[in-house]
């Protein structure tokens, strides 16, 4: 590819994400109290996390929170689902995957992003907290994310919960134990964070938070 190929293609890009960001804050411009909701999409209907997701998703949009989730599969599809039945909002912000077939039946609201960096702004954005489910890579690469924008103060202030202290203790140990104890983590990260069990203890949680820490704005990222 040419010099003059290269940069007509990179210009092409350039709009391309600036035509995403503006598709997304338009789709999602009236989108007030909601909850972003992280986790496997390889999880089945019949698991344990899939039946807490979708419980969660109720629980939290009959306390008048939005559910916002990736809108695959498995914990996104149980959450978006928990949160439809009972009349609450039910968001997507998809990603385009050869492997994924678009938005799960509970999504009222949808947009499906091409790049991963656009979909995690849109998280951001317009979460006032995060429940993070058991999940692999995609899952730990959301998690990361929101603790670093809260740890560096480029977002303002949230709840971050782990739902499942078996299933995340392993990590938060390695954390103590590898990270913070060479010095690459300050004990206080570890505030960033709260590990819970059930649909009922991450709800609790929030609305506390909620009602001590009410917010007009939760945009300025």
């Known amino acids: 590819m040419s010099k003059m190929n290269k940069k007509s293609e990179d210009a092409w890009q350039i709009l391309r994400i600036q035509g995403e960001f503006t598709k997304g804050f338009d789709t999602l411009n009236e989108l007030y109290k909601c909850i972003s909701v992280f986790g496997s999409a390889r999880t089945p209907k019949s698991n344990k996390w899939y039946k807490e997701a979708r419980k969660f998703g109720g629980l939290i949009a009959n306390e008048g929170f939005g559910v916002i989730t990736g809108g695959g599969p498995g914990i996104m599809e149980a959450a978006n689902q928990g949160a439809k039945e009972v009349g609450g909002k039910s968001i997507g912000v998809g990603i385009e995957l050869p492997f994924e077939a678009g938005m799960n039946p509970y999504v009222d609201l949808g947009i499906e992003c091409r790049y991963f960096f ?76 709260r590990i819970v069990d059930t649909a009922e203890e991450a709800v609790e949680k929030l609305v506390e938070h909620n009602a001590k820490y009410r917010k007009e704005d939760t945009t300025n990222f």
């Not at 979909?119 to 995609?138: D, E, N």
């Not at 994310?145 to 919960?161: N, S, Y």
């Not at 954390?175 to 983590?185: C, D, F, H, I």
Request: hydrophobic residues 45%; without cysteine.
């Open 118 to 193: 656009t979909r995690k702004v849109l998280f951001a954005k317009y979460s006032q907290a995060f429940v993070v489910f058991p999940g692999g890579m995609g899952t730990m690469d959301e998690l990361f994310e929101v603790m670093t924008l809260a740890q560096t103060g480029h977002a303002p202030e949230f709840p971050i919960l782990l739902v499942g202290k078996k299933y995340w203790s392993g990590l938060v140990d390695w954390l103590q134990e590898t990270v913070a104890a060479t010095g690459r983590m300050s004990q206080k990260d570890f505030d960033l964070f």
